[in-house]
Nanobody
Framework: QVQLMESGGDSVQAGGSLRLSCVVS????????MAWFRQAPGKQREGIAG???????VYPGAFEGRFTIWQDSVKDTVYLEMNHLTPDDTATYYC???????????????????WGHGTQVTVSP
């Protein structure tokens, strides 16, 4: 059974940085795409970054430059580095995995069938 476990969420001050981790386990064939999303109270879930199994990456425009996604295949872990955080970045952050060959790694929820439970990031002024 595929499981995703996020960690690294914390409370930080504006201007700070955080690194989130997502460990993937329980799969028999490696995922084809993974992504990070976030959801703030009262807002829709939004995609932050996506990565393919061969290290292709994509970022929606609002997140390019400040957020970085990468993987460590040995550790079965995908990371999200977040810099210059602002209070608007406060949200629950989720990682997601897709296992269908050829599926896009663009961070849209419908492309990903497996989700973690989320990790909370709180940014204070």
């Amino acid at each position: 059974q595929v499981q995703l476990m996020e960690s690294g969420g914390d409370s930080v001050q504006a201007g700070g940085s955080l690194r989130l981790s997502c460990v993937v386990s329980g799969y028999t064939s490696k995922w084809h795409a993974m992504a990070w999303f976030r959801q703030a109270p009262g807002k829709q879930r939004e995609g932050i970054a996506g990565i393919s199994s061969d290290d292709g990456t994509v970022y929606p425009g609002a997140f390019e430059g400040r957020f970085t996604i990468w993987q460590d295949s040995v550790k079965d872990t995908v990371y999200l580095e977040m810099n210059h955080l602002t209070p608007d970045d406060t949200a629950t952050y989720y990682c997601a995995a897709g296992f269908r060959p050829g599926e896009s790694y663009y961070p849209k929820p419908q492309y990903f069938g497996y989700w973690g439970h989320g990790t909370q990031v709180t940014v204070s002024p």
